[in-house]
């Protein structure tokens, strides 16, 4: 199952510096989703850095650009991008090295990766020497040209199967895998019974076939049955099948020998990780809350809502001597990439499930390395506070708040500035260059607004803004 948590694999940190197309403003709509309520004027639809968004200064912006859709969500988008950039330029103004700006905060990634790898090393253990007969072994299971020869018998479940019918289904194929168990021909059930009428005449056979060639559940069975074997009932998306492997045939490993090696030992150190973290797990007596999804799908799809109250307090999951709140996972999906806030809020309760342990793991292992005194050095600890000061230099040259006179501009002529800055994106006359954990950091040091309420608002200023605008030829005709 693809990784959801934004962390690469179980044991590695996330690289938060993307960047994005201007084109593709409408696909961080719904990214940064929910925001603090505003209860001031109607007519406004962000407040940051001492200066008011208003939702006809949003509509204007929108309609230069024909392509945008009249949809809330881009009132949405429109407001997050003026806010981070509004903040950008009130930080500049006071100090254009962003001094005030938390750079552990940016290292954090990079330093809980150090700090888990060097636990990781410090504590699993793990033999690597294969011999060249095991070498042989596995490849001839799991090297990348294994193939196997198989037959099937599929039982198909209708588009709109009922839990009765479906019961009535498997209880058949039950019923003839254990007649092929027993010694009944395989081919000749399979003609009999399967509906797989690629294969059923021929006896079910499908000839030889690799792995990536099958559905999952169907490749996962067949693969770790040796010649002879009948799998369990094994249901896919297109029924219930029983598979029987007839033969198995590999290339000799050759010059792949070294390289395969070097495979065999990445995958027991990778085993040996997953069983030392799930005996910390274990040992942690790690509880998730039953609302843990709930909580996180509701964070992922909003990351930029304000959790008042008790909201942030909510407990996703806890163990010996720790938790790990919304709040926590509020500010973790806030640093993500589109992809990884859309992947959490999309995700499936398997998929969720493994993020959130993952999540939680992580918080386990860097409290076992600071309590096994695992630190890092003081050269390598300024190393990444030198890379993160130069890319925040970096955002802030290429937004251009600090060009010339600009860097002495009036409070009126920056926020002009901004709101220039920003239709040119809207338009594609400026990428769109997004501030990832610089926009996280501005905003919880200087606060801001996004008027929900006013969104529907926006839109109906920019249909009439459209209404009394001849359209536009696309641009190059």
């Known amino acids: 199952m693809t990784s959801i948590s934004g962390t690469g694999d179980r044991w590695s940190g996330s690289n938060l510096r993307r960047g994005i ?27 940051a850095g001492g200066a008011d968004l208003r939702v006809r200064e949003a509509a204007e912006m929108l309609a230069a650009n024909d392509q945008v859709p009249a949809d809330p969500e881009v009132a949405r988008a429109i407001a997050e991008l003026w806010v981070d950039y509004q903040l950008l330029s009130t930080a500049v103004a006071e100090d254009s090295t962003l001094a005030a700006v938390d750079i552990g905060f940016f290292i954090a990634p990079a330093r809980e990766q150090i700090l888990i790898g060097t636990l990781r090393d410090r504590v699993i253990s793990v033999d690597t020497i294969f011999t060249d007969a095991q070498i042989a072994a ?30 009535s289904i498997r209880a058949l194929a039950e ?45 996962e069975a067949a693969f770790a049955l040796e010649p002879g074997q009948i799998s369990p009932v094994v249901e896919s998306p297109f029924g219930y099948h029983i ?8 290339s000799e490993v050759g010059d792949e020998k070294e390289p395969f090696r070097q495979y065999l030992i990445q995958k027991a150190v990778q085993q040996a990780e997953l069983v030392y973290l799930d005996s910390m797990s274990t040992a942690a007596k790690l509880t998730v809350n039953a609302e843990a999804k709930t909580i996180t799908r509701e964070i992922a799809g909003q990351p930029s809502r304000s959790l008042s109250g008790r909201q942030g307090t909510r407990e996703i999951a806890t163990w010996n001597g720790g938790s790990y709140t919304a709040a926590d996972f509020q500010r973790f999906i806030r640093a993500q990439p589109p992809e990884v806030q859309t992947a959490y809020a999309t995700a499936t309760d398997e998929q ?78 400026q990428p769109f260059i997004p501030l990832g954990r610089l926009g996280i950091a501005l905003r919880e040091l200087y606060g801001y607004e996004i008027n929900e309420e006013a969104f529907p608002s926006v839109i109906t200023e920019l249909e009439g803004i459209r209404a009394q605008t001849p359209a536009r030829a696309p641009a190059g005709q």
């Not at 197309?21 to 406004?44: E, N, P, R, V, Y």
């Not at 059923?200 to 690799?210: H, R, T």
């Open 21 to 47: 197309a201007a084109a593709a403003l409408l696909a961080i709509a719904g990214c940064d989703q929910f925001s603090q309520a505003m209860t001031s004027h109607k007519d406004i639809l962000a407040k």
């Open 138 to 167: 596995h490849w001839a299971e799991e090297g990348p040209g294994a193939e196997i020869r198989a037959r099937h018998i599929l039982l198909q479940t209708p588009a709109n199967v009922t839990p009765a019918q479906r019961d």
């Open 175 to 219: 019923s003839i895998r254990a007649r092929a168990a027993g010694g009944e021909s395989f081919a000749q059930l399979a003609t009999t019974y399967s509906q797989d009428p690629g294969s059923a005449q021929a006896g079910g056979d499908l000839g030889f076939f690799g792995r990536g060639r099958m559905v999952q559940p169907f490749e």
């Open 243 to 250: 598979i029987r492997v007839e033969e198995r045939r590999q």
């Open 352 to 429: 969720l499930d493994a993020g959130i342990e993952q999540l939680i793991q992580m918080q386990i292992l860097l409290k076992e390395a600071e309590r096994q005194g695992i630190v890092m050095n003081a050269e390598d600890e300024a190393q990444m506070r030198a890379e993160a000061q130069a890319m925040i230099s970096e955002l802030v040259t290429s937004t251009g708040f600090i060009e010339g006179a600009r860097a002495k501009a009036t409070q009126a002529q920056r926020d002009e500035h901004v709101k220039l800055l920003v239709q040119d994106v809207v338009t594609g006359q």
